[in-house]
């Protein structure tokens, strides 16, 4: 099945051997340009690809190049040669908050930019199986707010992002049929900061609020995805993957102190603090259909199992008395995904929809881990610049609904005055991604 006019009907040359050499150059390559900026990302990464963006996120069975280990790792069975793909997703995300008293003023998040990155290499052996190997951020967010507003005891800053390694296996069982198998070996990251109030001085007199940051870099965790290709006939591809649970350990966290008057200093030590969380189960399942040589229909689904986070629980070691238990409720997901791509010689042009649903409920909702439901609309174009060498960009618009929230269990201030009110959000992205194949 021909699922791109920038891959297919390349042939390809040279042996095993030849193989491990370009991988071992290329990946020597890899970590001198990116050691240190791999964890530059920031907001949330919905896709890995510019192909991908362009075409809904539905790569599950139409992925046709290196990218797709992220997604399913058995569809490098069926790609040729040695592919290189390099790439960035630069989002720019808003959000805005409304309390829901009359009369409360709009807060907005501080603007963002951020871009993080994706790298990818495969290699084909013969016509039967393929490997290759992922560096990118697949869950990463970060926020920004003005130390005044409303909900800063809550959070003013926060940063939370997961590099992901993965190495991946393709083979072919029958000429039409692949099997993969992939590790996922995640590294965490947090950063999240908040006003915290002080006891009165003096006569009575109010002491400003000081500052608490948890910061923490955490154990390295290992996952497995594994995934199914079958190709029924020349025009249909099917396509299966699955995803395990990671639990993400942290458990040499530091909370750190500032704006702190001397008289309280030694009440506001910098200390160890121990947390967890959990990466979900996922399971998805896709289509590709390609009627005519030009044409290119996909589409996925995705279930998330969140409710696997029923609560964040915070401890401190050297201060028991300071534990929090943080009441998480998330629900499980569906998310859809559909993706059109038109292919005329060297250039392809896509378009695509996607349906994103969110697992954290109004009641636990935090604005320092903003999410909602939404739906996306993007464009993409790729262009074959010269043999084995394609650019890829795509553009996505995506439109949360509006957040009301009129049950949250976080109160923002020392009356027990509860953060209800309206959040209102959206994402504009850009992708780039260089592709080079090898013959």
């Known amino acids: 099945m021909k699922t791109s006019a920038m891959t297919s009907g390349q042939k390809r040359r040279g042996g095993a051997a030849t193989g491990v050499l370009r991988l071992a150059f290329i990946f020597a390559l890899v970590l001198v340009l990116t050691t240190g900026g791999l964890l530059a990302g920031g907001v949330e990464n919905v896709d890995h690809s ?15 190049d290196p990218t797709v280990i992220h997604l399913n790792p058995a569809a490098l069975a069926f790609l040729t040669g040695t592919n290189f793909s390099l790439g960035s997703t630069v989002m720019l995300p808003e959000l805005s908050f409304t309390g829901a008293a009359p009369g409360s003023l709009e807060t907005k998040m501080q603007p963002q930019v951020i871009f993080p990155p994706d790298l990818y290499l495969s290699h084909t052996f013969g016509e039967s199986w393929g490997m290759g190997i992922a560096i990118h951020e697949p869950y990463s967010t970060r926020t920004e707010w003005t130390p005044d507003w409303i909900g800063s005891r809550l959070v003013t800053k926060s940063d939370i992002r997961v590099l992901m390694v993965t190495p991946s296996l393709g083979m072919r069982v029958r000429k039409n049929l692949a099997v993969g198998l992939g590790l996922n070996i995640v590294f965490p990251k947090v950063l999240y900061e908040k006003r915290i109030p002080l006891a009165h001085g003096n006569f009575g007199a109010p002491i400003p609020d000081g500052y608490a940051t948890y910061e923490e870099s955490g154990d390295v965790n290992v996952g497995v995805q594994a995934g199914l290709v079958w190709k029924p006939s020349s025009s249909v591809t099917l396509g299966a993957a699955c995803r395990s649970s990671i639990g993400l350990d942290m458990d040499n966290g530091q909370v750190s102190f500032r704006n702190i008057p001397d008289s309280l200093a030694s009440q506001f030590v910098q200390q160890r603090y121990v947390s967890s969380f959990v990466l979900p189960t996922q399971i998805q399942a896709g289509l590709c259909w390609q009627p005519l040589d030009w044409i290119v229909v996909s589409s996925d689904i995705e279930y998330s199992w969140w409710s696997q986070i029923k609560s964040i629980v915070v401890t401190y070691p050297n201060s028991r008395w300071l534990a929090q238990t943080i009441q998480a409720g998330w629900r499980n997901t569906v998310n859809s995904r559909s993706g059109l791509e038109l292919l005329f010689g060297d250039v392809a042009l896509r378009a695509g929809y996607r ?19 939404g739906t996306g609309y993007t464009l993409g174009f790729g262009y074959r610049v010269a043999e084995g060498l394609v650019l890829d960009f795509a553009y996505m618009f995506l439109r949360y609904g509006d957040r009301d929230v009129t049950n949250s269990l976080f109160a ?6 509860l953060l209800n009110g309206t959040y209102v959000s959206k994402t504009t992205a850009i992708a780039l991604n260089v592709l080079y194949t090898w013959k």
């Open 412 to 417: 923002y201030d020392g009356n027990g005055d």
């Open 355 to 373: 349906i994103e649903d969110s697992p954290i409920p109004d009641r636990t909702f935090l604005p320092g881990i903003p999410d909602a439901a």
């Open 50 to 64: 510019a192909r991908s963006m362009g075409m809904g996120g539905s790569m599950v069975a139409a992925g046709d």
